[in-house]
């Protein structure tokens, strides 16, 4: 089955800096990377994802690249923001099919203000 | 968008005895949903793979018998944990699958926190 590591486990920064977590996967089969932030105590909440046919995506502050033949995709968030201290979760799976998403352990982003 | 809910948001219960929690998709068919365990500082744990008018998939290592999930319409599907001990306590999370297209989005509920005395 599919294996998703994320790095680094913990990711400190201070507010205006950018911060980028990265994710490999295992099944080259895998075609739907989304990515979650999770607040304490809450739900996790689709903030984007990238689809295997594109290699680069970006809403605002936030951008996920994929990288296919390596098998890794990252996710970069720039200006970064007290309110952006989360846990944050890549995943990887094959869509259309039988959908089953492999999370990674995560990622606990801290900015300082 | 889509909005899943989930209930109850906690609950404490005695050690023995068995607890429903229900997952609904408010606004969209989910075909399939999803039963996640969630322990604290932890990554999500998939327990179970849920299909309407079917059994369902259950992860290795998870016993059906004790997770029961029953998922009997396009927009509930429900979870007991049955005989609940204290090492059940946890952070259970359900999400849905909203179909439409050749990807779908997965959405999640807000998580029910299970302490079992």
């Known amino acids: 089955g599919e294996n998703v590591e994320q790095h680094p486990s913990t990711l400190s920064v201070q507010e205006g800096d950018s911060a980028v977590i990265k994710c490999t996967y295992s099944?080259?089969?895998?075609?739907?990377f989304p990515w979650y932030k999770q607040e304490l105590g809450k739900r996790p909440q689709l903030i984007i994802d990238?689809?295997?046919?594109?290699g680069e995506k970006k809403d605002q502050r936030i951008a996920v690249t994929l990288n296919k033949t390596a098998k890794h995709f990252s996710l970069h968030i720039t200006e970064t923001q007290p309110e952006d201290s989360a846990v944050y979760f890549c995943?990887?799976?094959?869509?259309?099919?039988?959908?089953?998403?492999?999370f990674g352990r995560g990622t606990s982003l801290i900015v300082h203000p | 968008g889509a909005v899943v809910s989930q209930h109850p948001s906690w609950v404490i219960c005695k050690s023995g005895t068995s607890v429903k929690i229900e997952c609904r998709s408010l606004?969209?068919?989910?075909?399939?949903m999803f039963w996640y365990r969630q322990f604290p500082k932890q990554s999500l744990m998939l327990m179970a793979t849920?299909?309407?008018?079917?059994?369902?998939?259950?992860e290795q290592g998870v016993e059906k018998d004790k997770f029961l999930i029953n998922h009997a319409s396009l927009t509930l599907s429900t979870l007991t944990v049955t005989s609940a001990h204290p090492e059940d306590s946890s952070f259970y999370i359900c999400?849905?699958?909203?179909?439409?297209?050749?990807?779908?989005?997965?959405?999640f509920g807000p998580g029910t926190r299970l302490t079992v005395l």
């Open positions: 849920s299909n309407e008018g079917s059994k369902a998939t259950y």
């Open positions: 990238i689809r295997s046919n594109v």
């Open positions: 995943a990887a799976t094959l869509s259309g099919g039988s959908y089953i998403p492999t």
């Open positions: 606004d969209f068919q989910a075909t399939t």
């Open positions: 999400s849905a699958l909203a179909s439409g297209g050749f990807y779908g989005t997965q959405y």
């Open positions: 099944d080259s089969a895998s075609n739907y």
